[in-house]
């Protein structure tokens, strides 16, 4: 068996912006993070937009990609992986499983991960067949599928025909000394907020009208929406608001490279997408003690639970949202967002989230018939 002194892992993304996939990434990259590991971030094309910086420690290429099938990003992503010696390729999504599986084995990579993170590309009205086709293929040549829940990984196994042993489902994570409860807001305002892309499958018209709805019934303002990020719907949201006469209790901060400093100016947490994995600033929030309202969708149901650590409601009903929102009042804000810290400690730590990462690939290197020790 060859030891590996320095370990090289390259992650292939479609564009690497502003969203969950990105701080999932970072965070695996800050766990396992040594001298002894060097990280890559290959994008395929340029972010639309804001991004987060990779770091210090990561190599960030684009590869400006065109679409469709581009072989000469193809031939450079091939080009780069044997370049930089790369013992682990870990494309994410359908959008780079393609190039990151067939290159890692056309580089003669040791082991290539696909990791898959949401629910939306599994919807009846997503799948072609020809597509479907591929994805079986190319499934079958990586070492590994990692989807983020038990439900992505139902469609897996049902859609690309995969047996249990070439899954294994790792749920997010999240550094619950960084992402902790601070002193109660005070005040009469209940402040609710939403931290995430500003794209069409977060529905966050939704909650702009669950919002002013319920200080239309409540007369005078009770409650205000702070919906922090950036995005395509930046503008259909504002506008929105202004039609709904609503611009003086809902706020557009921007993107934030510090979410961690969002959560204790909210009371409560809304997750209103159309379709989820599992939501990293969900879990950010739980882990900062607050209760959460969430639209009532697989990836939501999968891991959390009714009255316990959220309020669901019907997918893209404003009614029931706001309905939602009104029924919880302050012991009910503090009971959740107590047992969701709670859970978050106990379940979703980012010491627990690295562990399982470092297990998998520590296996599927030693099956390639390498030997490498992460440090603790």
């Not at 766990?31 to 770091?55: C, K, M, Q, W, Y």
């Not at 960084?178 to 209940?190: D, H, L, V, Y």
């Not at 409560?268 to 003690?289: K, P, Q, W």
Request: proline share 5%; net charge negative; aromatic share 8%.
């Amino acid at each position: 068996m060859q030891t590996i002194d320095e370990l090289n892992i390259a992650h292939v993304v479609f564009a690497f912006g502003y969203g969950g996939l990105e701080r999932r990434i970072l965070r695996l990259i800050d766990g396992l993070a040594t001298d002894r590991v060097n990280f890559h971030i290959i994008s395929l094309r340029d972010s639309d937009g804001a991004f987060l910086e990779p770091g210090p420690r990561v190599t960030h290429e684009v590869l400006h990609a065109q679409p469709g099938i581009d072989v000469r990003a193809i031939a450079a992503l091939r080009r780069y992986l044997r370049a930089h010696d790369v013992h682990i390729v870990h494309s994410h999504n359908w959008v780079s499983m393609l190039e990151g599986i067939v290159c890692a084995r056309l580089a003669r990579v040791p082991v290539a991960v696909h990791g898959e993170h949401g629910a939306s590309r599994f919807l009846p009205e997503q799948l072609r067949w020809r597509r479907t086709v591929v994805q079986r293929l190319l499934a079958r040549a990586a070492d590994r599928i990692v989807p983020v829940n038990d439900p992505i990984a139902g469609r897996v196994r049902e859609v690309w025909g995969l047996g249990d042993n070439a899954i294994t489902v790792i749920q997010n994570g999240v550094d619950v000394a960084k992402f902790a409860p601070t002193e109660a807001r005070r005040g009469e305002e209940i402040v609710i907020g939403s931290i995430s892309r500003l794209e069409p499958i977060k529905n966050f018209p939704c909650l702009v009208r669950a919002v002013a709805l319920l200080n239309r019934e409540c007369g005078t303002p009770r409650y205000r929406l702070v919906i922090v990020g950036a995005g395509s719907e930046l503008e259909r949201l504002d506008a929105l608001a202004r039609e709904l006469g609503a611009t003086d209790f809902i706020e557009f901060p921007g993107a934030t490279d510090a979410p961690e400093d969002w959560y204790g100016k909210f009371d409560i947490y809304v997750n209103c997408s159309f379709s989820e994995g599992m939501s990293n600033t969900v879990l950010e929030a739980m882990a900062c003690g607050l209760p959460v309202v969430a639209s009532d969708v697989a990836g939501h149901r999968t891991w959390l639970d009714e009255g316990e650590n959220a309020v669901f409601f019907p997918s893209d009903e404003p009614a029931a949202l706001a309905a939602a929102l009104a029924s919880l009042d302050e012991p009910a804000r503090r009971r959740i967002g107590a047992t969701n810290r709670t859970k978050v400690v106990d379940r979703y730590s980012q010491a627990t989230f690295i562990a399982a990462y470092r297990r998998l690939y520590t296996e599927l290197l030693a099956a390639r018939g390498y030997r490498y020790h992460f440090d603790d």
